[in-house]
Structures are given as structure tokens and as C-alpha cells.
């Protein structure tokens, strides 16, 4: 009997061990998140599964192009995933022609990026100059006309404190495991 006791309190230690391990990693280092929507594609595809490291921003800053999650403020337990465009202090505006153009404070100079190719149909709020703050990012999806943005109102300018964390690496579909650029 005294061994019985014994192998169940170790083994109640080892799964609350576990446990406490899996919240501590879920809630500070990595979350599995599900792609919905198309505003990603061409780079990431509705459905797919991500791993988002929720710890490497308390160590470095964002940087431009990286895809981040965030809340999305208007629903609850809604994140979206898109990609970083403009960064803190910089001024972003886009073109008639679906151009966009970032000011960095030395004037204004053609965003070169090899994401979201094509050509902006409805530049949003950003069609006059949007000056972001101290801890402001400038967001967009990939899928520049299907994407849902920095450039309407109600998603805005994101701050810094609102970023979850960054999109690391696709787990689900298996064919395109693998990190994300």
C-alpha cells in the first residue's frame, strides 16, 4: 500500500510538473494560432497552422516585413495575423498609383518589398500621410486588395504593447512545414 501511495504522488508531481510547464510555455514563449482568412496569401494560406513566438520581442524590437498577431480590439478572442510595414516615428502614405511610401524623417522613399505585389486598389486612411508614434506599427496583409488593415480605422495603428507576438514558423499543412519569412 505505502508503495502504491508513493507511485501516485509521484506521479500527481510529474503531471502537475507537466502542467505548469505547458501553461508557463503557452502563456509566455508560444502559441499555436489558425490562419483564417485569405489577407496573407500569397505567404501564409487560410487554415494554416502557426507556431507564434511570444517571447523574442521582450528581448529585441520588431522589425520591418516581420508578421505579427495582435488582438484585433472590436472582437474578443479575435487576433489577426499581418505583415509589418511601417515602423515607429515614420510616415507612411500611399499613392494614387498603389505605391507605398514610408518617411523616415529624410524624406519620402518608395517602400521596396518583395510582399504584396500587387497594385493597391484602396489605400484607406493611408491615402494622406499617417504619421505613426513612438510605439506605433503600420500594419498590411500580403493580399494588399483582400486584407482588412493599418489602413481601415478600426484596425489602425498598432502599438507596440498590443503585439502578441511574431509568426514563426507553419506546423499544419505538414507539405509546408516550415519558418516564415
Known amino acids: ?8 504522488l509521484s ?18 514563449v508560444v ?8 489577407s496573407m496569401e500569397s505567404t501564409l494560406q487560410d487554415e494554416d497552422q502557426l507556431l507564434v513566438d511570444k517571447i523574442s520581442y521582450r528581448f529585441k524590437e520588431p522589425e520591418r516585413f516581420d508578421i505579427i498577431v495582435f488582438p484585433y480590439k472590436y472582437a474578443e478572442d479575435t487576433r489577426y495575423i499581418k505583415r509589418i510595414i511601417g515602423m515607429p516615428g515614420e510616415t507612411i502614405r500611399i499613392g494614387e498609383d498603389g505605391t507605398i511610401y514610408i518617411d523616415s524623417g529624410s524624406g519620402e522613399v518608395e ?4 510582399y504584396g505585389r500587387q497594385i493597391i486598389k484602396d489605400p484607406g486612411r493611408a491615402k494622406e500621410p499617417i504619421t505613426l508614434g ?48
Open 1 to 8: 500500500m505505502k508503495r502504491v501511495l508513493k507511485e501516485l
Open 11 to 28: 506521479t500527481g508531481l510529474y503531471l502537475l510538473i507537466v502542467l505548469i510547464f505547458t501553461y508557463l510555455m503557452i502563456t509566455y
Open 31 to 38: 502559441q499555436r494560432t489558425v490562419v483564417d482568412g485569405g
Open 111 to 114: 517602400l521596396k518589398e518583395s
Open 134 to 181: 513612438p510605439d506605433e506599427y503600420f500594419v498590411m496583409g500580403d493580399n494588399r486588395n483582400a486584407s482588412s488593415d493599418s489602413r481601415e480605422f478600426d484596425v489602425g495603428n498598432i502599438k507596440r504593447g498590443d503585439i502578441i507576438g511574431k509568426a514563426w514558423v507553419r506546423i499544419w499543412p505538414f507539405e509546408g512545414f516550415g519558418t516564415l519569412d
